[in-house]
């Protein structure tokens, strides 16, 4: 996969867009460009004025329609993903899709979205969010099937896409959203009719995955026990989300006000109140505002209702470390573009282990994104597959010519059974080096096992805490999925380090505490068991050296 540099968040809220760049280099991420538009609407007629885009895109083909899936063929399949949809309808070419495809063609020409990686956001008004009861140990064909029964019983609707989101305590929230991803429509008919090179899509996410990045990504002093309130005003809706420590907690009902209502801060505290009333949480420690129409006045009002809570813009704070922003955007503006940037931050952080992944990206889109990743099986079946069709045709074309007399015939089958004889004696030979490769490395796998796995993983560790001697263990514990590792440092950045050494690693918690009058971070992390066939070639190699 090509490595980008430029990243793009698109983020729409009713007729407005938010589009945020960001630059990539290294483990720095820059803010280069933060846009809005607004999107254009047809005449007084309802009757879209005609245009040369409209001509060029008059009978053009996709190879794209993410709306070809049925419900049925999602059950049929082999294969499942976080994510699944089903429809039955083809792509319409709507008024608002050609609407908002021209508003987007001068912000094309300045931000090429060809050259960089693309997420998206979801309409809120079309998502809904359910605790789902799982059992502790489920296959992901199960789990897409326990979630679609509990989202639509033996009726599901005609266009629908589900996810899902694990805490990490176990639990799973599953998340449906409704009807069609007509931002990403207007998107691939952009592309279609403005550059030959594709865009290449990375994520598309809901608002409140947005948000619930925008704090792990940027605030370490969280706690598991805090309840935190993340706030977005837009112009005419308001969607407020309690988070308990970092994982998502509930979304409250959409209030219908938006920043040109001057008692929207006032509105939301009655509805916070209200819930947690309901909900029997105790106290809010926490208050994230973002969105627009914000106003320092805002902060005041929540810290006068809420005197022992923080209240704050929620902001993109590690960019803000990297890069000084004051005399291009205050405080007020970076939050209000908190969704676009942290959608920009998902694509061009692939592997940053705080962050979502949480994906609704269309299945057929991925598969086009990813034409050229076939497995090793499916080399061997193909190159078998072809020789056997070669083989087959030269036998047939070899038959027809050789009927002109019956010696020319004997002749030429005894030379050809020559030929061939060779072909299958090279075959048989290359099956029985297969057969022989298989064996040997079903061996070494039965003699290695995992004895070298905790010699590698005791190894790797030492080395890292070698190199940060303020950094020190509490405990290493396995489990069935892996082992577990408690400890303590002086740089939470060494926390970051430690996750990356090991597959499959999900850092659970880190709170700030004091040792012996020292401010320290204490960790839990989990990871997969490294490849036992990894580890023993490293340790063959090092023995080698010695």
């Known amino acids: 996969m090509a490595k980008f540099i430029k990243s793009f968040g698109i983020f729409q809220e009713d007729i407005n867009l938010k589009i945020a760049e960001i630059n990539a280099t290294g483990e720095e991420l820059t803010i280069k460009d933060l846009q809005m538009i607004t999107l254009k609407m047809t005449d007084s007629s309802g009757k879209i004025p005609e245009t040369p885009l409209e001509e060029a895109l008059e009978g053009l083909e996709f190879d794209f329609d993410f709306e070809e899936t049925t419900a049925q063929d999602v059950q049929e399949e082999k294969s499942y993903y976080d994510m699944a949809s089903f429809t039955s309808d083809k792509l319409e070419k709507d008024d608002s899709t050609y609407d908002h495809q021209r508003s987007l063609e001068d912000l094309y020409r300045e931000m090429q979205f060809e050259k960089g990686t693309i997420s998206l956001n979801l309409d809120f008004n079309n998502v809904v969010y359910k605790d789902i009861n799982v059992p502790d140990k489920i296959s992901k064909k199960k789990l897409y099937s326990i979630i679609k029964n509990e989202f639509f019983g033996d009726d599901p609707p005609r266009v629908a896409t589900l996810s899902h989101l694990r805490r990490n305590d176990g639990s799973y929230v599953g998340v449906l959203h409704r009807k069609n991803m007509e931002l990403l429509e207007t998107l691939i008919m952009l592309n279609r009719s403005m550059s030959k090179k594709r865009f290449h899509y990375s994520y598309i996410q809901t608002n409140e995955f947005a948000l619930l990045n925008a704090l792990r990504y940027n605030y370490f002093d969280v706690t598991q026990k805090d309840i935190s309130a993340l706030i977005y005003i837009g112009k005419d809706n308001t969607q407020v989300m309690l988070a308990k420590g970092y994982e998502f907690f509930i979304d409250l009902p959409v209030i219908n006000e938006g920043y040109e209502s001057k008692d929207i801060i006032d509105t939301v505290i009655r509805r916070i109140m209200l819930e947690r009333s309901q909900l029997g949480i105790e106290v809010i420690n926490r208050y994230y505002i973002s969105g627009g129409g914000l106003d320092d006045s805002m902060l005041e009002i929540i810290r006068s209702q809420s005197p022992s809570a923080k209240v704050e813009y929620l902001l993109p704070l590690r960019l803000m470390e990297q890069n000084d922003y004051s005399e291009k955007y205050d405080e007020k503006t970076l939050a209000s573009y908190i969704i676009p940037i942290m959608l920009a931050v998902v694509a061009a952080q692939p592997k940053e282990p705080f962050l979502i992944r949480t994906n609704f990206l269309t299945k057929q889109l991925k598969e086009q994104q990813n034409i050229f990743s076939i497995s090793t099986e499916g080399f061997i079946v193909l190159g078998l597959t072809l020789i056997s069709g070669l083989i087959g045709a030269n036998i047939a074309f070899q038959q027809l010519t050789d009927n002109r007399s019956v010696h020319l015939e004997k002749t030429t089958i005894s030379s050809q059974i020559r030929v061939e004889q060779t072909k299958l004696d090279s075959i048989f030979a290359i099956e029985s080096e297969i057969d022989k490769l298989g064996r040997n490395i079903a061996r070494s796998n039965e003699f290695i096992g995992e004895k070298n796995q ?10 890292t805490l070698r190199a940060s001697p303020l950094s020190w263990l509490k405990s290493i514990n396995s489990n069935n999925d892996g082992f577990v590792i408690q400890g303590y440092t002086t740089d939470r950045s060494n926390i970051v380090d430690l996750s990356k050494k090991f597959p499959d690693s999900i850092v659970k918690y880190f ?30 190699e090092r023995e080698s050296g010695r």
């Open 454 to 463: 905790w010699h590698f993983i005791i190894e790797e560790l030492s080395k």
């Open 511 to 540: 709170i700030k505490e004091e040792v012996e009058g020292q401010r320290v971070w204490s960790f839990e992390i989990s990871f997969g068991m490294p490849d036992p066939l990894e580890t023993h070639r490293i340790n063959y």
